[in-house]
């Protein structure tokens, strides 16, 4: 079983759309949590951070970690089609960082 | 502006032969990173390192050497010995912000070996 576990997708949306991006995670001692855009031949670009319980927010981004389900997600509202990438999720525990496989999120105009 | 740097973007090597990745940084992040990107598997750490003249071993370190003589430098080399060099490379620093951890990477590099 992976450390972290991430629906690949690919998940198609159109513009303006409420995109719901979750992975979920085996191990109780992450602590930290993070989630990544990713565009195609580039390196990750780090959306959000964050280490509590509930809910954190950026422009149209929200963070979401549910520490006792063991569930992280990303909410994206009003998507736009630049937000069409791979997302990434992540989690520290020790000096580690561990990621998930990434989803694959097109938005169509 | 501060960031990390990686070079080169694309790089070609032959087989059997050892190249090495740059990667530079100027955010004064103590840890750094070196992972591989292979499609459908996500990121792979290779090796890290959390302070100069320091480094540990990652999930798939066979193959691979790195140097930490200085804060901002962090060069991997891919020897020889790496059975399938091929792949994305991205370097990564990171430090403990208010909110939690962050991480952040280079643009890459693609190195491909024939």
């Known amino acids: 079983q992976k450390e972290v576990e991430q629906d690949p997708g690919p998940l198609s949306v159109p513009e303006g759309a409420i995109v719901s991006l979750n992975c979920t995670y085996s191990?109780?001692?992450?602590?930290?949590f993070m989630w990544y855009r990713q565009y195609s031949r580039k390196g990750p670009e780090l959306l959000m951070y964050t280490y509590s319980s509930g809910n954190k927010e950026d422009g149209r981004f929200t963070a979401q970690v549910d520490k006792s389900s063991k569930y992280i997600s990303l909410f994206i509202r009003d998507s736009q089609p630049s937000d069409s990438a791979t997302y990434l999720c992540a989690m520290k525990v020790s000096n580690q960082f561990y990621f998930g496989t990434g989803t694959s999120l097109t938005v169509i105009p | 502006d501060g960031g990390i740097t990686q070079s080169p973007k694309y790089l070609f090597r032959k087989e059997g032969q050892n190249v090495t990745l740059s990667c530079e940084q100027n955010?004064?992040?103590?840890?750094m990173y070196w992972y591989r990107q292979d499609p459908g598997q996500g990121l792979r750490l290779i090796y890290y390192?959390?302070?100069?003249?320091?480094?540990q071993k990652g999930d798939i370190a066979e193959g691979y050497s790195v140097s930490r003589e200085k804060k901002e430098s962090f060069p991997l080399t891919v020897t020889s010995a790496q059975k399938n060099p091929t792949a994305f490379y991205l370097c990564?620093?990171?430090?403990?912000?208010?909110?939690?951890?962050?991480?952040?990477f280079g643009p890459g590099t693609r190195l491909t070996v024939t």
């Open positions: 955010l004064n992040h103590d840890a």
């Open positions: 990564a620093s990171s430090r403990e912000g208010a909110s939690g951890y962050e991480q952040y």
């Open positions: 191990n109780s001692a992450f602590q930290y």
């Open positions: 390192s959390q302070i100069v003249n320091d480094f």
